[in-house]
């Protein structure tokens, strides 16, 4: 994918799957929606009742890695209908306010839930219990099935 193609895929609502290293060395990977302004990733990280395991990890071991994707081929039969963006790169945990709202809110409204932007930031009690975690790619790596050549089967 081009550089343009890559902020297209990433400006959709899709699911981040996010990989952070524990302290006794495996890998902890969750499902995360995210918000990417072209530069950086962003993640929000609840701190509230029940702190998120990437937050201690983050503090541990700042190395990130995650993989963004849409893969219909099962549902399809198709050989093509597959993107993915996977990016490596290493997080700064913000807990500023100011970054928090503007945020989460950015990221709620693209998913659709920018009603929502209080009951988030409260996670459990009041006040703004999220971590941002604001990740600089080192490497992206993207790839766009829909691209191959027709030579590789029927495409789409």
Sequence with gaps: MSRTEIDNFLSKPLVARVATIRDD???HVTPLWYHWDGEHLYLILGHGE????HIANLRQNDKVTLVI??????ETKSLFEAQAVSIRGRAKLLTDEK???DIVSKLLKRYGFGGAVKAVLE???PGKNRVIAKI???KIIAWNFEKLDSAYGTKK
Aim: net charge positive.
């Design 25 to 27: 060395g495996y890998p």
């Design 50 to 53: 029940r702190p998120r395991r």
């Design 69 to 74: 994707d849409r893969d219909v081929r099962p």
């Design 99 to 101: 970054t928090q709202v």
């Design 123 to 125: 996670d459990g009690k």
């Design 136 to 138: 600089k790619p080192e």
